[in-house]
């Protein structure tokens, strides 16, 4: 049982890892250029904003794997996401061109106004990435349930091939070199559109939706009722970044702090951040594992993987090769990321238990037990940006540190929700 939990997680596991290393080359290419520090910071606060407002279907592949099992119920499902992506294009372009806008972006948080420009020209060039990823992450939910893994891990793996490439292609072009923010816009974009063709590709290969009649119909209500505790939870997530991007920036040196932050958030979320997928496990292998035992040990060994990977690259030289060599940052940068990285190591226990505790919520489809999550989540956070600082905390270890307590009270919530 043991060997097919992980033949099934393997490729997520990949995936994940993939993603991060092209996060990781991204951020190398952004250094190379002129004007690094700014370009680092106004990619990682508008990125931020662009995953904030994505929230609403960021969780259309655990929606896809429970709820659209055939195909009148797949379709609806697709007009669904897009109509929810139509509204979130036009809430982004109102961002990036409103007063309103600019009083979030620039005033709220004390940037300057060519700093603040580059965030809106991300803003502008980043938006086919949100209907493209809903109907991705559609797909995404469709081959797990037919435990196609493997196809997921085929389609990160080209798109990250593709955004290494258009750096490598892009890097010493001059129109590039005088405007480096687009760097960033235009492999995201490509990478965004290569995953979504690969999994379309193995869509079309495996999954084989049946037709049904009219009875049991799947109902809009019924995926409002399902995702929106999820995007809720999703969107107090995303909405964690620019809040202590909020606090950060506000702070003395709070461009380069930002820069930092970028580069910490991208690296420090190697070793953990994989560990997400195995929430698909409970409600792909209960049949197979009844009681879910082996399920349940595998992840608990899953995280202890984790926290050994992160010693190992933030508590050791490693972290120096990844900083210095693998993305580029002189060594003033990547002294102010020693601290905030070896934090990380703290996140891998709490993101194991609370994929467990979400996959045992998407399983009985008791979402909703997730809901208070997000809210509590982001108290956590305030607070603690507020209250650490007493203790000496600032920078970029206190926007870590204010995460962890957020993981920490989000994940004490959904147990605490599903024992009642």
Known sequence: MYFRLSRFLLPLVLTIVIQEFGGQFLNGGMARLPNATQTLAAYGLAWGL???????????????????????????????????????????????????????????????????????????????????????????????????????????????????????????????????ILLPVIAA????????????????????????????????????????????????????????????????????????????????????????????????????????LYTRGFMLLCGLLSVSISLVLFWTPVRDFLLLEAIGVDPAFAAQAYTPLRLFVAFSPVVAFRAWLHGLAYWKRRTRVMAPSGPLRLLAILTALVLLPLAGLHGVTLGVAALLAGFTAETATVWWGLRR
Do not use: C
Request: glycine share 8%; no cysteine.
């Open 50 to 180: 662009v995953l904030l407002i994505m929230a609403p279907i960021a969780q259309s592949a655990p929606m896809s794997l429970v709820l659209a099992a055939n195909r009148r119920d797949f379709g609806k499902a697709v007009r669904y996401v897009l109509g929810v992506a139509l509204l979130l294009i036009v809430l982004q372009v109102a961002l990036a061109l409103t007063p309103v806008g600019h009083w979030i972006i620039d005033d709220l948080h004390r940037i300057g106004p060519a700093l603040g420009d580059l965030v809106r020209t991300v803003l502008l060039w980043s938006l086919p990435v949100i209907p493209i990823r809903g109907l991705a992450l559609l797909l995404t939910g469709q081959l797990i349930r037919v435990k196609r893994t493997a196809v997921i891990s085929y389609a990160t793996t080209a798109s990250v091939a593709v955004g290494i490439g258009l750096v490598f292609a892009l890097l010493p072009m001059a129109w590039i070199q005088s405007r480096p």
């Open 189 to 292: 974009v490509g990478m965004a559109v290569t995953e979504w063709g690969i999994l379309a590709l193995g869509f079309r290969r495996y999954v084989q939706l049946a037709d049904v009649d009219g009875e049991g119909a799947l109902r809009y209500r019924e995926i409002v009722s399902f995702v929106w505790p999820l995007a809720l939870m999703t969107l107090v997530q995303e909405f964690s970044r620019p809040l202590i991007n909020l606090f950060i920036a506000r702070q003395s040196d709070g461009a380069l702090a930002l820069a930092v932050l970028a580069v910490v958030y991208a690296l420090g979320q190697w070793p953990f951040r994989w560990q997400n997928e195995m929430r698909t496990l409970p409600a792909t292998f209960h049949e197979d594992d009844p009681g879910l």
